[in-house]
């Protein structure tokens, strides 16, 4: 690498595994069909631009995109940007001495962030579950930086919480459904975001990172969660030629975004 359940009970120090396998199963709790929308997405990965693509890995978190892609397609390459520590500790962990990993620290509200970016242009940038934290004027600034990046013939795919205002009776059935079954999970055990950084700050090894992170974010940044359709609108004006979803469920869509 360069530089430029219960199962977050058992993540402790520089157990990175252990640390990711706790982060998979926090996010679990959330969206039970997670690994769906990773298939579907690096399905498409390999339909439109092949086994061994350079990707931007956008708002990596710990790595959760970039080690699935380098799972599935050894000879990829993947560029990880974030701007939390605590998260960009956990990927440096993981992905140390790998060669085809480069973690990018920078801030994508900065208007400037892709000039820290090793490559101009890629063939794929994928993202998920994180562009809810932004709002729709950063969210638009953000999309036409993503079109520059894409390659004619590539790729953006953006997996995210994204709320059609118009079923307003579907999204609170939904949300009391899916309420219900994330306390089912508490009751058995599961750790739910708050208390997966609660262990995070108690731990020897993230407690810094996880204090800075919180000094960055507060307790959840201000974000907003749009509409595929305003997705698939702000992403054509800004560039990409042709917009659709490749999956969704009641609560989230993978919209994939060809230039």
């Not at 360069?2 to 120090?13: I, L, N, S, V």
């Not at 640390?19 to 439109?48: G, K, N, T």
């Not at 000039?115 to 998920?128: C, E, H, N, Q, S």
């Not at 059609?164 to 309420?179: H, K, L």
Request: aromatic fraction near 10%; charge should be negative; charged fraction near 30%.
């Amino acid at each position: 690498m360069t530089e430029t359940d219960t199962g977050a009970a058992t993540a402790a120090g520089d157990d990175w595994q252990a640390w990711q396998e706790s982060w998979d199963r926090q996010q679990e709790w959330y969206m039970p069909d997670r690994e769906d929308r990773f298939r579907i997405m690096l399905d498409m990965v390999e339909a439109f631009v092949g086994p061994d693509p350079r990707v931007l890995d956008l708002a990596c978190g710990t790595g959760s995109i970039t080690a699935r892609l380098l799972d599935r397609f050894p000879e990829a390459t993947s560029t990880g940007v974030d701007l939390d520590p605590a998260l960009l500790t956990i990927a440096r962990g993981t992905f140390a001495g790998d060669e085809r990993v480069t973690l990018v620290e920078a801030d994508l509200k900065d208007p400037d962030w892709p000039a820290r970016l090793p490559y101009d242009t890629y063939d794929a940038v994928l993202t998920a579950t994180a562009l809810h934290w932004l709002r729709r004027e950063t969210l638009e600034v953000l999309y036409g930086q993503v079109a520059r990046l894409v390659r004619y013939g590539g790729v953006f795919m953006n997996a995210d919480h994204m709320v059609d205002d118009g079923t307003p009776r579907i999204n609170a059935v939904e949300a009391a459904y899916s309420r219900a079954r994330r306390d089912r999970a508490l009751r058995q055990g599961a750790l739910d975001w708050a208390e997966w950084w609660n262990l995070a700050a108690k731990d020897p090894v993230l407690a810094e990172p996880t204090a800075r992170r919180f000094e960055i974010y507060g307790a959840h940044a201000d974000g907003e969660m749009l509409s595929p359709a305003w997705h698939g609108r702000t992403l054509r004006e800004r560039g990409f030629a042709e917009v659709r979803p490749v999956w969704c469920s009641p609560s989230d869509t993978l919209l994939l975004a060809l230039k």
